[in-house]
């Protein structure tokens, strides 16, 4: 058997370009992390190799007695990382990731065409949650269910609590989704919970971006008031990519929940589980528990503060006027510029963020924000005092975009590039592979 080199040096090479790029460049994206060496190790395992359709005990191939072993333990560790009474609280571990858990959780509770109710997507919500515009159904969620998004009040950045209220009580939604991809306050689960017992609702939350906060207790617990709480594994909480399907084990609305959410994920939507995955998850989960991991959740908190404090300083508009978790949305439309183009001039900086909708805007492809999150260099080291530079450098950026009007002038990004000269910080052995 031949190393990745001498097998396919063609791919080796891709890998290593993107390895470099990685290493290279102030990586901003609020959905990104760097997993561990450990994780990493075990998603290039044989666990790859096995198929195990069912659950532990309940399999439909043979030799699954470590497989079975693998994914009990790291339904254990879930549990614990996440604080749950195991006598309370089931964990599906198998979701390939946060899209397909979330839709299995969909086809799980509800019927064909049933109404949901989740963050819009320009608002700040996920696809997955019945994204649609006026003229297309855009995601299965809202192609197999009735959508109807509610808002985040513009003069605040904050969810409009009232509204959906309101609209919950006309529209009769079966499932309220809290979560999101892009905002950068807690959701009020009281407030929630109260919507959606007064309808007779689900109440699910995606805490995809902040499942590592949540496991840290670094933000309000979702659990508390919730009766099926989604995730993807690889984002705050720094694991492989996948995902996780926490439900209650007691009926909720008539429903068994663990029965009807297992078997939507297989065999309802899937088949063998990414015992590599598992595996991988494991790990992190395992990590999720030390003191490090919340320290290192509290520094992904306060980094992002100092960001968006030194932003402010600088005169941005925030959405919400700040952040209480990882992330950051910057209104840049006062400044008469939008995210496509300063997502641009910062990559040629190799500051990697990504554009994003504000509340009011008109084009997604056109957005007129810049989402920053502070988990993946966090994971690198950075403390305030970086973050706090990061924001002195997109500056820079922004000023060199509104000067060059986009990509017109050539040297004022020539200009900006030898401003942006980076600390030298290693990865040491954070990033492997
Ligand atoms: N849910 C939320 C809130 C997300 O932000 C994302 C991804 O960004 C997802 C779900 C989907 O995860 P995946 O890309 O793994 O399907």
Same mark, same amino acid.
């Given at each position: 058997?031949?190393?990745?080199?001498?097998?396919?040096?063609?791919?080796?090479?891709?890998?290593?370009?993107?390895?470099?790029?990685q290493f290279k460049s102030l990586e901003l994206i609020?959905?990104?992390?760097?997993?561990?060496?450990?994780?990493?190790?075990?998603?290039?395992?044989?666990?790859?190799?096995?198929?195990?359709?069912?659950?532990?005990?309940?399999?439909?191939?043979?030799?699954?007695?470590?497989?079975?072993?693998?994914?009990?333990?790291?339904?254990?560790?879930?549990?614990?990382?996440?604080?749950?009474?195991?006598?309370?609280?089931?964990?599906?571990?198998?979701?390939?990731?946060?899209?397909?858990?979330?839709?299995?959780?969909?086809?799980?509770?509800?019927?064909?065409?049933?109404?949901?109710?989740?963050?819009?997507?320009?608002?700040?919500?996920?696809?997955?949650?019945?994204?649609?515009?006026?003229?297309?159904?855009?995601?299965?969620?809202?192609?197999?269910?009735?959508?109807?998004?509610?808002?985040?009040?513009?003069?605040?950045?904050?969810?409009?609590?009232?509204?959906?209220?309101?609209?919950?009580?006309?529209?009769?939604?079966?499932?309220?989704?809290?979560?999101?991809?892009?905002?950068?306050?807690?959701?009020?689960?009281?407030?929630?919970?109260?919507?959606?017992?007064?309808?007779?609702?689900?109440?699910?939350?995606?805490? &995809?971006?902040?499942?590592?906060?949540?496991?840290?207790?670094?933000?309000?617990?979702?659990?508390?008031?919730?009766?099926?709480?989604?995730?993807?594994?690889?984002?705050?909480?720094?694991?492989?990519?996948?995902?996780?399907?926490?439900?209650?084990?007691?009926?909720?609305?008539?429903?068994?929940?663990?029965?009807?959410?297992?078997?939507?994920?297989?065999?309802?939507?899937?088949?063998?589980?990414?015992?590599?995955?598992?595996?991988?998850?494991?790990?992190?989960?395992?990590?999720?528990?030390?003191?490090?991991?919340?320290?290192?959740?509290?520094?992904?908190?306060?980094?992002?503060?100092?960001?968006?404090?030194?932003?402010?300083?600088?005169?941005?508009?925030?959405?919400?006027?700040?952040?209480?978790?990882?992330?950051?949305?910057?209104?840049?439309?006062?400044?008469?510029?939008?995210?496509?183009?300063?997502?641009?001039?910062?990559?040629?900086?190799?500051?990697?963020?990504?554009?994003?909708?504000?509340?009011?805007?008109?084009?997604?492809?056109?957005?007129?924000?810049?989402?920053?999150?502070?988990?993946?260099?966090?994971?690198?080291?950075?403390?305030?005092?970086?973050?706090?530079?990061?924001?002195?450098?997109?500056?820079?950026?922004?000023?060199?975009?509104?000067?060059?009007?986009?990509? &017109?002038?050539?040297?004022?990004?020539?200009?900006?590039?030898?401003?942006?000269?980076?600390?030298?910080?290693?990865?040491?052995?954070?990033?492997?592979?």
């Amino acid at each position: 058997d031949h190393g990745l080199s001498e097998a396919d040096p063609e791919v080796r090479a891709i890998i290593n370009k993107e390895k470099e790029r990685q290493f290279k460049s102030l990586e901003l994206i609020a959905s990104e992390n760097f997993t561990s060496r450990a994780v990493m190790e075990v998603v290039g395992s044989c666990l790859t190799n096995k198929y195990s359709e069912g659950l532990p005990g309940k399999r439909y191939y043979g030799g699954n007695e470590y497989i079975d072993e693998l994914e009990i333990l790291c339904q254990k560790r879930a549990l614990a990382a996440f604080h749950l009474d195991e006598n309370k609280w089931g964990v599906n571990v198998q979701p390939l990731s946060g899209s397909p858990a979330n839709f299995e959780v969909y086809t799980a509770i509800l019927n064909p065409h049933d109404r949901i109710m989740g963050l819009d997507l320009p608002h700040g919500g996920h696809l997955s949650h019945g994204f649609m515009t006026p003229k297309r159904r855009v995601s299965g969620t809202s192609i197999y269910f009735e959508s109807m998004p509610y808002r985040l009040d513009e003069s605040t950045g904050l969810v409009d609590y009232d509204m959906l209220e309101k609209t919950a009580t006309l529209f009769r939604p079966k499932l309220i989704i809290c979560g999101a991809s892009a905002y950068p306050r807690d959701f009020d689960y009281p407030r929630m919970r109260k919507i959606a017992d007064a309808v007779g609702a689900f109440l699910m939350m995606d805490m &995809a971006h902040i499942s590592g906060l949540v496991a840290a207790s670094v933000v309000a617990d979702p659990f508390e008031y919730c009766d099926i709480v989604t995730t993807t594994t690889h984002k705050s909480l720094r694991g492989p990519r996948g995902g996780m399907i926490f439900f209650k084990k007691d009926p909720v609305l008539g429903v068994d929940l663990e029965s009807a959410i297992n078997n939507a994920v297989f065999p309802g939507l899937q088949g063998g589980p990414h015992n590599h995955t598992i595996g991988g998850l494991a790990v992190c989960l395992q990590h999720a528990q030390s003191p490090e991991f919340k320290a290192y959740q509290n520094q992904v908190v306060s980094n992002c503060r100092a960001l968006a404090r030194r932003l402010v300083e600088l005169g941005y508009t925030l959405v919400s006027g700040g952040s209480d978790n990882h992330l950051v949305l910057v209104d840049l439309r006062p400044l008469g510029i939008d995210g496509a183009r300063v997502e641009k001039i910062l990559d040629m900086a190799s500051i990697t963020l990504n554009k994003n909708s504000v509340p009011g805007d008109k084009s997604a492809l056109v957005p007129g924000g810049i989402r920053i999150g502070s988990p993946a260099m966090t994971t690198r080291g950075f403390t305030e005092k970086e973050f706090t530079a990061i924001a002195d450098f997109i500056h820079e950026g922004v000023q060199i975009t509104i000067e060059a009007k986009g990509l &017109a002038s050539g040297s004022k990004v020539q200009e900006f590039l030898k401003f942006v000269s980076y600390p030298d910080f290693s990865l040491t052995d954070k990033v492997s592979n």
